[in-house]
Every structure is written in structure tokens, then in C-alpha cells.
């Protein structure tokens, strides 16, 4: 894994972890990461990082609609 170091200014309420989580579902949101690797970005369970998605707006469900019909028409 690569490490890099973001300087965010001390009036900035966010804590570490919060930050984790906010690049973890923005990458996770965009298809860059899987869940794992998201949750692993965010020191998470794959389980607890599924479940505060919902609370950065993002969906667990992170594929797009068309491959969704494409599924329902296969079962």
C-alpha cells in the first residue's frame, strides 16, 4: 500500500479517521477501490465501513443500473 501526507489546517474539525472515511468512500463511490480495500483505507471492517456509507452519502451498492438489469434478466 502507499503512503502519502495530506496537510489539512488546524481549524479544520475533521479528525484522522474522518478523513480516512472521506477519501475511503469518495475512491470507493468512483469504482477506483473494492469495499475491502476501501475499508482497509478507512482502518475499517469491511462491515463497519459498509455501514457508514449511508452517513457520506454513498451507496453500498456501487455498480451501475445497466448492470443491475443486466442481472435480473439472467435469474
Not at 21 to 26: P, R, V
Request: proline letters at 3%.
Amino acid at each position: 500500500m502507499r503512503t502519502i501526507s495530506i496537510d489539512v489546517p488546524e481549524m479544520s474539525e475533521l479528525d484522522s479517521a474522518q478523513l480516512y472515511m472521506i477519501l475511503a468512500s469518495s475512491l470507493y463511490e468512483k469504482g477506483k477501490l473494492s469495499l475491502g480495500q476501501a475499508a482497509k483505507v478507512a482502518k475499517l471492517s469491511k462491515r463497519a465501513f459498509a455501514e457508514l456509507l449511508g452517513s457520506y452519502n454513498v451507496s453500498v451498492f456501487n455498480y451501475p443500473a445497466s448492470d443491475l438489469l443486466n442481472e435480473v434478466d439472467h435469474v
